[in-house]
């Protein structure tokens, strides 16, 4: 499926998060091998999203990806990148699934109103937790994002 769609007109972009949920998973006590998922607060930190021209030049040729891009973290300035397909969303509207190599999270954008969800899973230990607390966590975002017009006139 090929819409082509413009992706001139809405990237860079600024995506910011309205609501993320999650659940992490924890041994009941030390020892105990049954976890259980618990609610659990991820913190939301908005990320830029731009088009990895780099990666479509090598990879033009890769099996049904459409798009392939950066999204850089703001408070961190982590890069992750992402192979998108083309989807048809509600009302049969065009939009892209992302995800990363390997697969761990997805990015659904609509780019015709700019609003994304996103979902993570992983098996991690917190920085800030000991041993006794890793496991795995799942979490999913939604938000909105906003075009970057003034950085994209100057490239």
Known sequence: MTTNIDVDSWLPTRCVPLETIGFHDEAEGEGDPVETFGPAKFKST?????????????????????????????????????????????????????????????????????????AAIGSWTFQSETNLRTGSSLFVEMGQCYSLESESDSN
Do not use: H, W
């Open 46 to 118: 908005p990320f830029i999203l731009r088009e990895n021209k780099t990666l479509s030049g090598l990879l033009d040729d890769a099996d049904d990806v459409n798009l392939f891009v950066t999204m850089q973290m703001e408070e961190t300035n982590e890069l992750f990148e992402f192979s998108c397909k083309e989807v048809l969303g509600a009302n049969r509207e065009p939009g892209y699934s992302c995800v990363n190599t390997p697969p761990s999270d997805i990015l659904m954008l609509n780019p015709k109103s700019l609003r994304f969800s996103r």
